[in-house]
């Protein structure tokens, strides 16, 4: 199934951890959300790298249950030799 949008990494914290300030609102808003979202590989290493290590189990079950797929990067994504 085709992404409905995209979910970036302090969302997803925010989403498994329910000590952050932004829990409750996230949640919500992902209950109101068409669903699958999207995210990168960044944003997962970004999400590990942020969560306590008793908050990674939960974080995999929460990237497990299909609310989120993982798209690629990749060459044609990116814009090289671009002027700025």
């Known amino acids: 199934m085709r992404p409905k949008g995209l979910i970036d990494a302090s969302a997803i914290v925010a989403i498994v951890d329910a000590g952050d300030v932004w829990h409750r609102r996230c949640r919500e808003a992902l209950n109101a959300t068409p669903i699958p979202l999207a995210t990168s590989a960044a944003a997962l290493a970004e999400v590990f790298h942020l969560l306590a290590a008793h908050e990674v189990e939960s974080a995999?079950?929460?990237?497990?249950?299909?609310?989120?797929?993982?798209?690629?990067?990749?060459?044609?994504d990116a814009t090289f030799g671009a002027s700025c």
């Open 60 to 76: 995999w079950k929460f990237l497990t249950t299909g609310i989120v797929t993982l798209l690629p990067i990749g060459d044609t």
